[in-house]
Structures are given as C-alpha cells and as structure tokens.
C-alpha cells in the first residue's frame, strides 16, 4: 500500500489503537522509539518508513491537546506567522481517538541541539498565547525535515487539555 492508501483506511476506519489499525486497514505496525513517549505508542508502518503513528496509550488528552494546537496555528489568518513554520504535517488527525499519523522526521542530533532548542522555544514563547506550566520544547521534542528545518513534533503540552499536572 502506499502512503496515501493506508491515510485513506485510517481515515475510513478511525482505528483507536495499533491492533485494530493492523486489522481494519490491513498493515503492520512496528514499534519505532519504544519506551520513549509517555502519553504515546510511536510505531512505524511496515513498508513505509517515512510516516509515523502516534496511538494514546492511558489518555488521549495529550494528542487531542497536540492536534488542537496544530490545528489552530495553521488555521490562524493573522497569528503564528513564524511557528507556522516549525509545524509538523498533520497527515491524518483524529480528535475522537487521538491517533496521529505525521511525517517520520530525522532526529535533532548535532552539536547545535541545544541552540537549535533555545531558539524554537524562544519563538514558541513569543508567538504561542495560550497561558500553560509548559511547552515541553526540548531536542526529543524536536526534529529536522528533509530540509534540515526544526519541526516540532510533540505539542501534546501547548493546552491545558495536554497536561496532567
Ligand atoms: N514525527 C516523528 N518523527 C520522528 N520521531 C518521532 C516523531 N514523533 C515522535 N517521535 C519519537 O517518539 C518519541 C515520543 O514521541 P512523542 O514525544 O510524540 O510522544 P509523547 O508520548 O507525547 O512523549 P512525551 O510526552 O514523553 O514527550 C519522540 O521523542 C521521538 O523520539
Ligand atoms: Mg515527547
């Protein structure tokens, strides 16, 4: 199948989890960064290495919280001029389950990871308007398009909704 393919089944079967994505649309999953997400499974899709699938594991809170904040930068007309660009691609978002499907980006492993980080939350803090503890932009949180661009790829902790403290 192709990348397109499995978007389509996702988006007629709404799977809640990896085992009825692997049965409802017909393709095998692949634990990718196991252990590292605290509020998500992270698999790989077997055959296409480039698309990452995010499934809640005991909430989907911080999905939700993370697609609402996607959502609304982007769909922003006046606001976000500069975090519209270290936006991941939403390739498929459910705000029902929680499950995310979004573009594998490479890791955000230089000598410049840190000041990469710095500089990321600096805009996220003069851009982002909504009042939270935190943001949570840290180089795990971050990586580089094909580009070599940051992109944040958790922003699970941008609302409220997202945290659990
Ligand atoms: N689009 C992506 N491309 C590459 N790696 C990713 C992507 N999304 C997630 N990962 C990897 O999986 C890890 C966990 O993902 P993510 O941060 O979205 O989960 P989480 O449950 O919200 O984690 P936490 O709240 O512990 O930061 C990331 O730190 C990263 O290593
Ligand atoms: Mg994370």
Known sequence: MTSEEVIAEFKNWKPKDCLEAEICCGIRLVPFAVGRGAYRDIYTI???????????????????????????????KTKYTELKKLMPTLLYSDLR?????????????????????????????????????????????LGLDAKGRP???????????GHDF
Not at 109 to 138: A, F, G, M, P, R
Not at 154 to 160: K, P, Q, S
């Open 151 to 161: 992109v944040i790829i958790d922003l699970g902790y941008f609302t409220n909704e």
């Open 97 to 141: 389950t929680g499950v995310i499907i979004m573009p594998k980006y490479k890791k955000l492993v230089t000598k410049y990871d840190s000041l990469i980080s710095d500089l990321v939350e600096s805009i996220v803090n003069l851009e982002w308007d909504e009042k939270v503890i935190t943001t949570d932009v840290h180089y795990e949180n």
């Open 46 to 76: 077997k055959g296409l290495p480039d698309l990452i699938v995010k499934f809640p594991k005991h909430s989907k809170a911080h999905s939700v919280g993370e697609i609402k904040a996607i959502r609304k930068i982007l769909n922003s």
